[in-house]
């Protein structure tokens, strides 16, 4: 395998055919259309260098899609999207084990980030009420609990504190 950046213009992309029955009968919930245009130029290009897409190129402009990736379906709706890279890891079919590759990023990942994406929501008010008294950020860079509330489909009331179930990170500023 190997990774390199692509731009987004550049390629299309399907499915594997082993990872489209994995999706058959799974609940996605979608995006609301408006969300894409309350994303930032510069939050998006942000968003983007988080992702890697998992492929097996089929052509040097058609890949296979080795597991889902909901974020950059989002992001590629924008239009200043095309004219940017996205990283790339490309397996080769007779170099690498696609089929433990795919179930590796479609079952053993997501049951490994469930607890943390379980409390996503209770997270993300903890987070954001710490940037609010944090006065090394400057406040008009920090959203609206409402504006994080349409990214995740939510009530604003969703979005909020927990503190006895989140365990705390005592470690000061060590990942």
Do not use: W
């Not at 390199?4 to 919930?29: C, D, G, W």
């Not at 479609?106 to 993300?124: D, F, G, N, V």
């Not at 954001?128 to 504006?147: D, M, R």
């Amino acid at each position: 395998m190997k990774t390199k950046q692509r731009m987004i213009n550049s390629f299309t992309l399907e499915y594997h055919p082993s990872v489209a029955p994995l999706l058959r009968e799974e609940i996605t919930v979608q995006y609301n259309a408006s969300v894409i245009d309350h994303i930032l130029e510069h939050q998006i290009h942000i968003l983007l260098k988080t992702i890697t897409l998992h492929v097996m190129p089929v052509t040097q402009a058609h890949y296979l899609l080795l597991a889902p990736d909901p974020l950059f379906v989002l992001l590629r709706q924008h239009p200043s999207v095309q004219s940017q890279k996205v990283s790339i890891c490309e397996y080769q079919q007779s170099a690498d084990n696609i089929e433990q590759t795919i179930t590796t990023l479609m079952l053993t990942l997501p049951a490994l980030q469930y607890k943390h994406h379980s409390s996503i929501l209770k997270t993300l008010s903890c987070r954001l009420n710490i940037a609010k008294s944090n006065t090394a950020l400057p406040t008009n860079l920090i959203p609206q609990k409402s504006q994080l509330a349409l990214f995740a489909g939510v009530s604003p009331s969703a979005i909020r504190s927990d503190t006895k179930k989140l365990a705390r990170n005592d470690d000061k500023g060590k990942a």
